[in-house]
């Protein structure tokens, strides 16, 4: 909806029903000369990119050179994946062996155990055969009227009941320790390559950073845990790819020419209101005076609680404009 109420940081807005927003640009909004962004890509073109190393691509290469830092950049990308292949290998046969040996020593100690219960029987039904001698020689001391016996059945009674109570105890702990193992197996390990993916993603993207609060770091977790519960499964390369897509268009300003050469980047579209307007001038139209947020952006403003605040809204907005307006002229 527009914003009734205005200041110097509020923005004229409107939603779209497709989820997109039309910004009237006010005059005083500064988002860079379009001169100064050309004459910067100007200067930038005419120093050449300096190689990382050995099989990065350079200008003055010819096509049969191209060609053979290509082969070799492949070949270390299949060497890297038959290794990491190889590693999920071995560790899946050491969790195996782990697993058998598990399942041999809970076989000893389930053996052992059973043993020690039927000793523990064994010694309760000796402790009752007393219990049972202790409450007779009782009897026989009260019918006799003999103080001297009374008092020694009276305590071999009493301690025939007590080891009867220990005994019980220490079977019932006996029995208790398979249902304690089992729920510590129940604990499940991490998967391989989930950590590998993770890890080669957080290195791509090393803005990321999990422990901080960061609102592009917030906004990512928010993706995160929409596609693990959309049913995604990170194991899949096909899950981070998938996120990079989402992030590129939620995250614009993350995702730029500058991105790692081993990660594959899609442009986010730009995507404009169902209105009819024209396109801004942001996004190659003719229309200066408009600026078409696409529904990406609109949810990533809110997502990151900007939407409400007018200060960071006007930011953000800024941002946008200036990021699509340098890549319209690259």
Known sequence: MATDTKDSAELDILEEKDGSAVVDIPADMNIGDDVEVENAIESRSEEPPKAENEDDDHPDDDEALRAAKRNRRRAKKDLIRKTNEEKDLRLQQLQRENEEFKRRLANVEDRTRQNDILRIEKNIEDSQVRLEYAKMKLAEAVSSNDGQAMVE?????????????????????????????????????PDPSVQRNAAEWMRRNSWYNPNSSDRDVMVAKKHDEAMVAEGWDPSDKDYWEELDSRLQKALPHRYNASTDSDSVVRKPRNVVGSSGREASAAYGGRNNSQFVLSPERVRAMKEAGAWDNPVRKKAMVESFMKYDRQNRNN
């Open 153 to 189: 059945a009276q305590d071999l009674f009493t301690t025939a009941k007590q080891e009867i109570a220990e005994l019980q105890q220490y079977k019932n702990r006996m029995a208790e320790q398979p249902r304690q193992q089992q729920r510590n197996d129940d604990v499940a390990m």
